[in-house]
């Protein structure tokens, strides 16, 4: 029995130059590193990959060059956790935000509670400030408590706006969520816009739910007064007409003009009419130089909502 030879059968042959001699390292070709990637799309950007707004032109294009496979879009996007925050850290950022309140209280406020603090702890030399987990919002207004970091001294709740007095039975409302009420329903912005600037200063913002509920209450009383207004103006025509000497004094010269929610060139080729579900049209008096609006119609055409 021969003797067991440890190793490979094979062998290089004598005089075999390999075909990397004398070189230190090799190149790796592109194929050898390249590797097929399988990108899933999200549900977005697939919708817009797919939807293509405009006919392309098969004849200009070039036919080599073909468009991607996509695969089944992602169920949602990843979002991280928000990381839990004590107690403490809230009321740290709570803290470095603004407020809106009236002056002349809060100088009642901090009176009250310097003299209620020094007289509880008179060898208490401790920082006095808001107590934000004492806080209460009430809308644009708020009611705070002061705290002092020494001592164990709270003072009570002290309400920082201006109520308006209702006569009924309730809380009452601020004057401030009132007057943003008023100011909003003369401006173009909505109440999301309103948020927005508030959050932009820095500043608490009313709930959607708390300035929509406010608004219901507001805008009748604004509709009450314009209409009492309107016919004061039409009963004053009449009178300044009846000075004049005319005739007849109830006949008036009128200009109107109409605004619509849709542009008119957003009908062209569909309609020959103003392609609108909402439009406001005013009417002013055309006798005097004040050119005063005399009345307001609205109709809305919606499946929803009818006028």
């Not at 194929?31 to 004849?59: A, F, G, H, I």
């Not at 107690?87 to 009236?102: A, D, F, G, L, W």
């Not at 016919?231 to 007849?248: C, S, V």
């Not at 009417?283 to 609006?293: F, G, L, P, R």
Request: aromatic share 6%.
């Amino acid at each position: 029995m021969g003797k067991f030879k440890k190793g490979h059968k094979g062998g290089f042959k004598v005089g075999l130059v390999p075909h990397n001699k004398m070189r230190k390292c090799v190149s790796s070709k592109e194929s050898d590193s390249e590797q097929t990637r399988y990108v899933r799309l999200t549900r977005e950007m697939t919708n817009l990959v797919k939807n293509v707004p405009y006919k392309e032109d098969k004849s200009t294009s070039n036919p080599d060059i073909k468009p991607a496979t996509l695969l089944r879009p992602k169920s949602s996007d990843i979002r991280k956790a928000k990381p839990v925050k004590s107690v403490k850290e809230k009321q740290r950022i709570e803290s470095e935000t603004n407020r809106t309140i009236n002056i002349k209280l809060n100088a009642v406020m901090w009176n009250a509670v310097f003299n209620e603090h020094s007289e509880l702890s008179p060898h208490c030399k401790g920082f006095l400030e808001w107590d934000m987990s004492k806080e209460e919002r009430w809308g644009l207004g708020n009611s705070e408590c002061a705290i002092c970091d020494t001592c164990s001294y709270q003072s009570k709740r002290y309400r920082l706006y201006e109520e308006v007095q209702t006569g009924k039975k309730g809380r009452k409302p601020a004057k401030m969520n009132i007057g943003a009420q008023a100011a909003l329903a003369q401006t173009s912005i909505s109440t999301t816009s309103f948020r927005k600037i508030l959050f932009g200063t820095n500043s608490v913002a009313p709930s959607v739910k708390g300035l929509q509920k406010r608004a219901n209450v507001v805008l009748p009383k604004i509709k009450e007064i314009n209409e009492s207004d309107m016919k004061r103006l039409r009963e004053r025509l009449i009178h300044i007409k009846k000075l004049r000497g005319a005739d007849n004094p109830s006949a008036v010269s009128l200009q109107g003009d109409a605004a619509y929610n849709n542009p008119l060139y957003s009908g062209v080729g569909r309609t020959p009419f103003q392609p609108a579900t909402q439009v406001v049209y005013t009417v002013a008096e055309n006798e005097t130089q004040d050119k005063s609006i005399l009345t307001v119609l609205q109709k809305i055409n919606c499946a929803s909502y009818t006028q």
